[in-house]
């Protein structure tokens, strides 16, 4: 978003101008769906569609702010207390996300002995700020409109208390802690369960794989590849589908994968040897018995996905597109066959997401790819075409499934 317009509005919504101005894009999860709440490995990307801020800190304790198109957020940095009737709001993660910042910073004091981050972490209670924030991220779309959300605030947190306190004094939060802080915000504030993944995706930007076996210090490592060089086009499409009503079809994912680790004593299938789940390529019946055929099949997809995830950075390194659009292809196959995230079972009648996804796997004609978007159910719905085929492809899709459903997407 253009400074102009970014500096009007702020100063319309609060008489002075800007100080300062942040941003924190999208993300696409190009693999690894569901694996990274057990421990396993994501190979994601940040795209074009972006969160953008003007904000000035105020001196202080209270985040004043205005999201274009969504109700203000007023929160007093003082009380940083998670607030009940908050849950499932963006004041939740604003509130959440200072609470983190307070709590990384006494860790510090602690850790260190350094008695100036004692400081630190007591102005976190005056850091307040005003912001004006507007996004082009589509909210629901799997682009991870609030992990976006989250990487922003932190980034404009962190800034106002370098401001406040000097350049340096606060490199304990580089963009893996504010992912962190994001998540636990999501977690325990805004009462979403989900992984790392969306958080460190918007925070690091452009191709990354992530390994969350040491969900404390996740292995991130970055991948140099041209999609547009390798003759194809990134693009997300809009299924019309909801995603009303689906907090318990999102949950029962990690429960089910989170049973069948507790049935070989571990806590994350990340943990499990795949030969113990797995005999002659699919789940062992003394598994199907213990915990249930349904969980006994997520656990395999966790296996088979995390699989696909290295032979696809492997490919993406050697520039081999045509393996790495087979790995995204037997994703989509395995969402939609074995971990069952396509159709909602509290809501079996809606068939959008799935129908989305089998007009555009016909319409790909087996060139390009298609898989799900970020948790399933819902949303959007991820596709590589053939850059010869896009205009094409843009067009039929959208005769299909309405006007400006199919987005292009560039990563970084």
Not at 13 to 39: I, M, Y
Not at 325 to 339: F, H, I, K, T, W
């Amino acid at each position: 978003m253009e400074k102009n317009y970014l500096t009007q509005q702020f100063i319309e919504k609060f008489g002075r101008n800007p100080q300062f101005f942040q941003s924190a894009p999208g993300r696409v999860e190009l693999l690894g769906n569901h694996t990274d709440h057990q421990g396993g490995s994501v190979l994601a990307a940040s795209v074009s569609m972006t969160m953008d801020a003007a904000f000035s800190p105020n001196g202080g304790s209270t985040i004043n702010i205005i999201s274009e198109g969504f109700p203000s957020i007023r929160i007093d940095g003082k009380d940083l207390q998670p607030q009940q009737n908050e849950a499932g709001s963006s004041a939740a993660l604003v509130r959440g996300i200072a609470a983190g910042f307070a709590q990384a910073l006494a860790k510090k004091t602690r850790t260190t002995g350094l008695e100036g981050w004692t400081e630190v972490a007591q102005d976190i209670k005056s850091a307040g700020f005003d912001a004006f924030i507007t996004s082009d991220v589509l909210p629901g779309s799997g682009l991870s409109s609030s992990a976006a959300f989250e990487v922003l605030i932190g980034r404009i947190l962190r800034q106002t208390l370098e401001m406040q306190l000097g350049m340096g004094r606060c490199s304990i939060m580089d963009d893996v802690e504010i992912a962190k802080i994001g998540q636990k915000a999501e977690n325990f504030y805004y009462g979403k369960p989900c992984g790392l993944m969306d958080q460190m995706a918007c925070s690091i930007g452009n191709i990354i794989t992530i390994d969350f076996a040491d969900a404390s210090a996740p292995k991130v490592e970055q991948i140099s590849f041209d999609f547009e060089k390798a003759g194809y086009a990134l693009c997300v499409l809009d299924s019309g589908a909801d995603h009303a009503g689906l907090t318990e079809d999102y949950a029962s994912i990690p429960e089910e994968m989170n049973l069948v680790a507790a049935y070989f004593g571990k806590q994350q299938l990340s943990k499990v040897k795949p030969e113990n789940a797995i005999i002659s390529g699919r789940p062992s019946p003394e598994l199907i018995s213990a915990v249930g055929l349904r969980p006994a099949l997520r656990a395999f997809h966790y296996f088979q996905e995390v699989f696909r995830v290295k032979k696809a950075v492997n490919a993406l390194n050697r520039n081999d597109i045509t393996t790495f659009l087979d790995q995204v292809n037997a994703s989509g196959l395995s969402s939609r066959d074995v971990l069952q995230n396509m159709i909602s079972s509290s809501h079996p009648e809606n068939k959008k997401y799935f129908e989305a996804y089998e007009f555009v796997r016909k319409l790909l004609d087996g060139r390009g790819a298609v898989r799900i978007n970020g948790g399933g159910f819902a949303g959007t719905i991820l596709v590589f075409v053939p850059k010869d085929r896009l205009t094409e492809f843009q067009s039929e899709a959208e005769a299909v499934l309405g006007p400006n459903t199919c987005h292009i997407l560039k990563i970084g």
